[in-house]
Nanobody, 123 residues
Framework: QVQVAESGGGLVQAGASLRLSCVVS????????VGWFRQAPGKEREFVAA????????DYADSVKGRFTITRENAKNTVYLHMNNLTPEDTAVYYC????????????????RGQGTQVTVSS
Protein backbone atom coordinates (compact mmCIF):
# COMPACT_ATOMS: atom_id res chain seq x y z
CA GLN A 1 0.00 0.00 0.00
CA VAL A 2 1.32 3.42 -0.94
CA GLN A 3 1.54 5.88 1.93
CA VAL A 4 1.80 9.64 1.72
CA ALA A 5 3.21 11.74 4.55
CA GLU A 6 3.53 15.52 4.74
CA SER A 7 5.83 17.50 7.01
CA GLY A 8 7.26 20.96 7.41
CA GLY A 9 4.24 22.92 8.53
CA GLY A 10 4.38 25.43 11.34
CA LEU A 11 3.64 28.92 12.57
CA VAL A 12 5.33 31.77 10.70
CA GLN A 13 4.87 35.50 10.29
CA ALA A 14 3.55 37.16 7.17
CA GLY A 15 6.25 37.53 4.55
CA ALA A 16 8.16 34.47 5.71
CA SER A 17 9.00 31.34 3.74
CA LEU A 18 8.33 27.70 4.48
CA ARG A 19 9.09 24.43 2.73
CA LEU A 20 6.71 21.52 2.94
CA SER A 21 7.83 17.98 2.18
CA CYS A 22 5.79 15.05 0.94
CA VAL A 23 7.22 11.55 1.07
CA VAL A 24 5.48 8.89 -1.00
CA SER A 25 6.33 5.34 -0.03
CA UNK A 26 5.85 3.88 -3.49
CA UNK A 27 8.17 1.28 -4.97
CA UNK A 28 8.36 3.30 -8.17
CA UNK A 29 7.85 6.84 -6.93
CA UNK A 30 8.90 8.30 -10.25
CA UNK A 31 5.73 6.88 -11.81
CA UNK A 32 3.46 9.09 -9.70
CA UNK A 33 2.27 12.60 -10.29
CA VAL A 34 1.89 14.56 -7.05
CA GLY A 35 -0.34 17.41 -6.03
CA TRP A 36 -0.71 19.75 -3.07
CA PHE A 37 -4.06 20.91 -1.76
CA ARG A 38 -5.09 23.01 1.23
CA GLN A 39 -8.14 23.55 3.37
CA ALA A 40 -8.67 26.61 5.51
CA PRO A 41 -11.15 26.63 8.42
CA GLY A 42 -14.70 26.89 7.15
CA LYS A 43 -13.64 26.61 3.52
CA GLU A 44 -13.56 23.85 0.95
CA ARG A 45 -10.34 22.09 0.08
CA GLU A 46 -8.62 23.77 -2.86
CA PHE A 47 -5.92 22.92 -5.34
CA VAL A 48 -2.51 24.52 -4.77
CA ALA A 49 0.05 22.96 -7.11
CA ALA A 50 0.92 19.77 -8.94
CA UNK A 51 3.90 18.21 -10.66
CA UNK A 52 4.13 15.48 -13.27
CA UNK A 53 5.93 12.20 -12.69
CA UNK A 54 9.11 13.40 -14.36
CA UNK A 55 8.86 16.90 -12.98
CA UNK A 56 8.68 18.41 -16.43
CA UNK A 57 5.17 19.78 -16.08
CA UNK A 58 3.77 21.82 -13.20
CA ASP A 59 0.49 23.56 -12.48
CA TYR A 60 -0.35 26.25 -9.92
CA ALA A 61 -3.45 27.88 -8.57
CA ASP A 62 -3.62 31.56 -9.45
CA SER A 63 -3.55 32.47 -5.77
CA VAL A 64 -0.05 31.02 -5.30
CA LYS A 65 1.48 31.50 -8.72
CA GLY A 66 4.77 33.40 -8.42
CA ARG A 67 5.05 32.70 -4.68
CA PHE A 68 4.99 28.90 -4.44
CA THR A 69 7.17 26.42 -6.31
CA ILE A 70 6.68 22.67 -6.49
CA THR A 71 9.69 20.43 -7.09
CA ARG A 72 10.46 16.75 -6.75
CA GLU A 73 13.48 14.65 -5.90
CA ASN A 74 12.74 11.15 -7.13
CA ALA A 75 15.83 9.66 -5.51
CA LYS A 76 14.32 10.59 -2.14
CA ASN A 77 10.68 9.80 -2.98
CA THR A 78 9.93 13.38 -2.05
CA VAL A 79 8.03 16.32 -3.45
CA TYR A 80 8.55 19.80 -2.00
CA LEU A 81 6.34 22.83 -1.87
CA HIS A 82 8.45 25.95 -1.47
CA MET A 83 6.27 28.76 -0.16
CA ASN A 84 7.50 32.35 -0.20
CA ASN A 85 5.97 35.64 0.88
CA LEU A 86 3.32 33.90 2.94
CA THR A 87 0.18 35.78 3.93
CA PRO A 88 -2.49 35.02 6.55
CA GLU A 89 -4.69 33.86 3.66
CA ASP A 90 -2.30 30.94 3.20
CA THR A 91 -3.22 29.59 6.62
CA ALA A 92 -4.62 26.10 6.13
CA VAL A 93 -4.00 22.40 6.47
CA TYR A 94 -1.90 21.38 3.49
CA TYR A 95 -2.43 17.95 1.97
CA CYS A 96 -0.26 16.00 -0.43
CA UNK A 97 -1.65 13.42 -2.83
CA UNK A 98 -0.19 11.01 -5.38
CA UNK A 99 -1.71 9.86 -8.65
CA UNK A 100 -0.74 6.84 -10.72
CA UNK A 101 -1.34 8.71 -13.94
CA UNK A 102 -1.52 12.39 -14.76
CA UNK A 103 -2.12 15.05 -12.16
CA UNK A 104 -5.34 17.02 -11.87
CA UNK A 105 -6.89 19.84 -9.89
CA UNK A 106 -9.41 17.72 -8.02
CA UNK A 107 -8.54 15.87 -4.83
CA UNK A 108 -10.47 12.90 -6.20
CA UNK A 109 -8.06 12.71 -9.16
CA UNK A 110 -5.45 11.26 -6.82
CA UNK A 111 -5.16 7.69 -5.64
CA UNK A 112 -3.32 8.20 -2.35
CA ARG A 113 -3.56 11.10 0.10
CA GLY A 114 -1.79 12.21 3.25
CA GLN A 115 -3.17 13.37 6.58
CA GLY A 116 -2.07 16.96 6.17
CA THR A 117 0.26 19.42 7.87
CA GLN A 118 -0.84 22.69 9.45
CA VAL A 119 0.51 26.00 8.18
CA THR A 120 -0.38 29.09 10.15
CA VAL A 121 0.66 32.56 9.04
CA SER A 122 0.29 35.39 11.53
CA SER A 123 -0.10 39.02 10.49
Amino acid sequence: QVQVAESGGGLVQAGASLRLSCVVSARVFSAYAVGWFRQAPGKEREFVAAISWRGVSTDYADSVKGRFTITRENAKNTVYLHMNNLTPEDTAVYYCAAARTVYGRRFSDYDFRGQGTQVTVSS
